[in-house]
């Protein structure tokens, strides 16, 4: 499966930089991860974007608002996901300053919250990045996950 993980707007948070670095260096020998980032602007701008490039993608959109899961519930989800030949691809979506847009709530596949605490979108990208790599440290049955 090849997971992308989209934010809008250049890294500048230097903290969020190393941390984000860190974790797409420790990931890399788990699968195929990507990040990629888009240009920042207004919430139709973004999430606009974020549907066009994630097109025929499981969508998870990421809100303060969505569901709350545990990390044992994410690892589930992906072995569901793996198990389920037809996923190839799942992209997790990072909104702009505004948050995501209706539209995109209506075509996101499933909505998660990282906290129900609003994060800078730099920091809830190192969140998204440690439960990630803990997810898959917790696949392998691997110690970090504890
Ligand atoms: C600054 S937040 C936007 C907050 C905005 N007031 C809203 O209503 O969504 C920017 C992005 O970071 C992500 N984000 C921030 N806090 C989050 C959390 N606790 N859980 C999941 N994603 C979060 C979301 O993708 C959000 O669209």
Do not use: N, P
């Given at each position: 499966m090849h997971v992308r993980l989209f934010v809008a707007g250049k890294p500048s948070l230097a903290y969020a930089k190393?941390?984000?670095?860190e974790y797409l260096k420790r990931l890399s020998r788990y699968g195929n991860f990507e990040l990629i980032h888009l240009k920042a602007g207004s919430s139709e701008k973004v999430s606009a974007d974020l549907l066009e490039r994630s097109k025929g993608h499981h969508r998870i959109a990421l809100d303060e608002r969505g569901k709350a899961f545990t990390t044992e519930q994410w690892a589930q989800t992906f072995e569901t996901l793996e198990m389920n030949g037809e996923v190839k691809n799942v992209s997790f979506?990072?909104?702009?300053?505004?948050?995501?847009?209706?539209e995109?709530?209506?075509?996101?596949?499933?909505?998660?919250q990282l906290s129900s605490l609003t994060l800078q979108h730099e920091l809830a990208?190192?969140?998204l990045l440690e439960q990630l790599y803990r997810v898959a440290?917790?696949?392998?049955?691997?110690p970090y996950h504890r």
């Open positions: 190393t941390g984000v670095a979506l990072i909104g702009a300053s505004d948050g995501h847009t209706e995109l709530r209506r075509q996101a596949d499933a909505i998660w990208l190192v969140v440290t917790y696949r392998r049955g691997e």
